[in-house]
């Protein structure tokens, strides 16, 4: 009995779980349009079988990249592929596809014209195509990635030219097919890595009415990263004409306007364009309002980030100040807060329209069509702004609240439509002037910036305002009614988070909201680089310069790797955080330099306090890692109460850890004279900031060309009593709980520092350089830079110093100063060179190579250094 019973048992658990299966699959594939099959259905079969006339080079390759094509029969198939060469193995069996088979629906003529602007999804190395074929695989993202082998980056060059010679499709452009290649070797997320919620219409050119098929196409980005191509059995003749309006806008340069100041704007700026770009089928011209500090960090993300079509201009906010200094503003925004009244002044002249948006909107559609609300603006009609969704403006959130004049609940700023060119001949600079003298005479000042303004002349001239939709400025303020907005939260566009709270905003719907923000936070920067196609690309001489140089690159070359990461332009957003420190004029100042990875976090809190002087750091991390580092120092007591930390993102792309750009970055962002240039998993001695100062004063260092070595010791021990002193340190020295640094796995690292004579010298002394010397030194700032060629793990200080002993620096050993290296795992990097003889061999080379420029830049001076590593 009881065994019957356990039998039973696990029947019914079987059955449930069989039903709850069946269900999610009914639920699942119900959603779609069309069916899955299996792979092996078609690549099992011979072209005949098939019903195939044109050959299949993916037969027998491994499944990398994603394939669309329309098949003359009139289905839409998707394919994994990647190249035949030899020693791929083959396409596993088992392996499943979707395949789009979609009903006879609507006979639709073909010879439409196609969307001016396209993205390409298409395998370079797909088989040759139809016109139309070839017009419809370029369709709307190219979503690149090679963490699941997309697309194999050492061979891209020969096969795009093989790819452009085997279609004569002028939509497929080579330089595409490269960028499409470059973007697909480099390492990132999964293969489709999707945002929000997303739906993007788009019709394509159809074939021939006796084909019977429709192909219109929608692309879904699904909250799970799935991109679902499901074709429509829905074609309507209407499609000609929404196809022709699209058009007007489709391909068009649109212009966006944000005014942003400081740290934390410049940060919150990066998540609005990141999901701007994220929708966007259009080139894009940002102009930026900025002081200085997003001025610096803005110029060097975009030019680090080289999106295509986009350009960027800035225009400096202290030019404008005078303009609107005058009015007292109460908003935590401050002066920054006016500036876009300003805005038909600041801009180009010959600028008609612009969107202007705040620094805390996230876009959920494409910008274009917020750009097409232009054309429903009547003659009179110059600014277009969504109603304020609180009741700010009618003066009854509390007792004696009085608000400045508004036209009934008034206009949110945080999303505006201006025709500059109307507003310019209207006279809005003396309109808004005149408007705010007389309204401050009663007001005494703003308390919503310049909303405040705005409403104000609007209320006087209702004729010159175009009301948005609602849903093109969702307001998350404290006292919002914007859940009248909208009935689905889906049918949102623009998302305002104009609330101080930011986040922590009550809505019975923020969770939803608060996802799709983290969303853009956290998602990838490197996926937003794709081109647009059949749009006019704006020049980028520097992307033009990478393209070549990757063209350049023998990707039959053993350490063709190291050298494509050598090449690879990463992203950098500088001063990540709030840094306030101001360098004295004085001429012996000293900023800590290191750089780190989120496996060193902790180290540094320890680091800050034992170092007080300023310090700039080099953090490379993923876009997600840089918020969670955001939240970490935010949170810790010792790092929030430092001003004078430089934080500088450097978002991870390539296989390698690029150690020397890291340093770089580090070192060219610093305000001091001179630097000293560490390790991260090192503790200075306590007071070893004013020891510097001092001793760069005392050996006039300003006058002689010298770096200061800071004798480097270990310990094996987690916990450790720091030393207070060279006396308690060579105590501990002599009982064994420290050591020379890499005494035992590298001695000759160090070695030439002489730690026999350090430990009973009084006054610095001077060392001679020796092959693999590799010190922690204090040069002037301008010294030599890293050589970024070494990447990962092996000669990037070593390098270095050489070059310093080319360009004649005296080595000068501190007799009062040391540092400690704490314990920690192993880098990956390290391990890679201890296990593979092919990493060390491309080190070699690189070193070869290394010494070969060192003796074209410093002539006969330099072949001592060539002398002494063949003795080796």
């Known amino acids: 009995m009881l065994c019957s019973w356990r039998v039973k048992l696990k029947l019914l658990l079987a059955t449930v779980t069989l039903a709850v299966l069946l269900s999610w699959l009914y639920l699942f594939v119900g959603s ?10 078609f690549l099992g079969r011979s072209p005949a079988q098939s019903g195939l006339e044109r050959p299949r080079p993916w037969e027998g390759c491994s499944m990398a990249g994603v394939y669309w094509s329309l098949e003359p029969q009139g289905f839409s198939r998707g394919l994994l592929e990647q190249s035949c060469d030899a020693g791929h193995v083959g396409c596993p069996r088992t392996s499943l596809i979707r395949l789009g088979l979609c009903p006879h629906s609507h006979a639709v003529s073909s010879g439409l014209p196609l969307p001016s602007c396209h993205a390409h999804v298409s395998h370079p190395m797909s088989p040759p195509m139809s016109p139309q074929t070839a017009a419809f695989s370029c369709c709307r993202h190219a979503w690149a990635s090679s963490r699941v082998g997309m697309w194999s980056g050492r061979h891209w060059p020969r096969r795009c030219a093989e790819w452009r010679r085997k279609t004569s499709s002028s939509a497929c452009s080579l330089a595409r ?15 489709l890595r999707m945002g929000p919620p997303l739906e993007v219409r788009g019709t394509t050119a159809r074939p021939a009415p006796s084909s ?6 929608r692309w879904v980005a699904q909250p799970t990263g799935l991109l679902r191509g499901s074709w429509g059995s829905d074609c309507p003749l209407q499609e000609e004409a929404s196809l022709k309006k699209a058009m007007f806008v489709s391909g068009q340069l649109l212009h966006i306007a944000i005014v942003c100041a400081g740290h934390n704007a410049s940060r919150d700026v990066v998540t609005l364009v990141k999901s701007i770009l994220f929708h966007r089928k259009n080139p894009l011209h940002f102009h930026f309002i900025t002081d200085s500090v997003a001025h610096q960090i803005l110029q060097t993300l975009f030019q680090s980030w080289m999106v295509p079509s986009i350009h960027v201009s800035f225009y400096n906010a202290d030019d404008l100040k005078p303009e609107v200094s005058w009015i007292p503003n109460k908003h935590y925004s401050g002066i920054y807060g006016l500036m876009k009244l300003t805005l038909t002044k600041a801009l180009p002249s010959n600028l008609s329209k612009v969107i202007v948006l705040d620094t805390d909107i996230t876009f959920a559609t494409d910008i274009a069509e917020l750009w097409a609300v232009f054309g429903k603006f009547s003659e009179k009609q110059v600014i277009g702004l969504v109603e304020n969704q609180s009741d700010w403006y009618l003066g009854n959130l ?25 507003l310019r001949r209207l006279g809005w600079e003396q309109m808004w002037r005149l408007t705010a003298e007389r309204e401050l005479m009663s007001m005494l000042s703003t308390s919503l910036a310049d909303q405040d303004i705005f409403n104000a002349v609007i209320k006087q001239n209702p004729a010159l305002v175009y009301r948005l939709p609602c849903f093109w400025n969702v307001q998350l303020s404290d006292h919002t009614r914007s859940e009248l907005c909208y009935t689905e939260v889906s049918d949102l566009k623009v998302i ?7 986040l922590r905003v009550k809505n019975k719907h923020v969770e939803f909201f608060r996802n799709l923000y983290l969303t853009f936070l956290e998602y990838d920067g490197n996926l937003l680089r794709r081109e647009l196609f059949g749009c006019a690309s704006l020049p980028s001489p520097p992307s033009d310069q990478l393209q070549q140089a990757l ?12 050298r494509r990461q050598h090449l690879t332009q990463h992203r950098v957003h500088l001063f990540f955080l709030q840094y306030e420190f101001l360098a004295l004029p004085n001429p012996t100042d000293v900023t800590l330099v290191a750089q780190l990875s989120m496996d060193r976090l902790q180290m540094l809190e320890a680091i800050c306090k034992h170092w007080a002087g300023p310090i700039s750091l080099a953090l490379y991390m ?8 955001l939240r970490y120092a935010q949170a810790s007591e010792v790092l929030s109460a430092r001003r004078n930390v430089a934080y500088h993102i450097v978002y991870k792309e390539g296989q390698f850890y690029p150690i020397n750009l890291l340093r770089n970055v580090a070192l060219t962002n610093t305000q001091t004279p001179y630097v000293f240039l560490t390790d991260i998993d090192f503790l200075p001695m306590y007071g070893l900031y004013d020891y510097l100062r001092n001793s760069i004063q005392q050996l006039e260092l300003p006058h002689r060309k010298a770096a200061l070595i800071v004798p480097a010791f270990e310990t094996l021990h987690y916990r450790l009593t720091f030393p207070k002193s060279k006396a308690e340190l060579l105590s501990m020295l002599d009982m064994g709980s420290l050591y020379t640094f890499r005494y035992h796995v590298w001695p000759k690292g160090h070695a030439p520092t002489d730690y026999a004579k350090w430990r009973t010298a009084t006054v610095p002394y001077r060392v001679a350089w020796q092959p693999d010397f590799e010190p922690y030194v204090v040069v002037r700032r301008d010294c030599p830079k890293y050589d970024q060629r070494f990447v990962g793990f092996g000669w990037n200080k070593v390098s270095h110093i050489m070059e310093l002993d080319a360009q004649e620096y005296e080595l000068l050993v501190l007799p009062n100063a040391f540092m400690i290296h704490m314990p920690h795992a192993p880098s990956f990097d390290i391990s890679k060179f201890r296990l593979n003889a092919g990493y060390r061999g491309c080190l070699q080379t690189l070193r070869e190579e290394f010494h070969q420029d060192l003796s074209r830049r410093y002539g006969a001076a330099a072949l001592k250094y060539l002398t002494a590593e063949r003795n080796l």
């Open 551 to 562: 063209e350049e690159l023998d990707e039959d070359d053993p350490c063709y790797d190291f």
């Open 177 to 191: 097919c490269r960028w499409r290649a470059a973007m697909a070797s480099r390492s990132g997320g999964p293969l």
């Open 496 to 502: 305002h988070w104009n609330s101080p709270k930011k």
């Open 32 to 41: 779609l349009e069309c069916e899955w099959i299996f792979l092996p259905q």
């Open 398 to 422: 509390w007792k004696n609240h009085k608000p400045w004049p508004a036209l009934g609940r008034g206009f949110n700023t945080g999303v505006i439509l201006l025709l500059l060119d109307r």
């Open 212 to 217: 019977g098929w429709c192909t219109s196409v």
């Open 622 to 629: 993923s876009d997600a890692e840089a918020q969670q580092f």
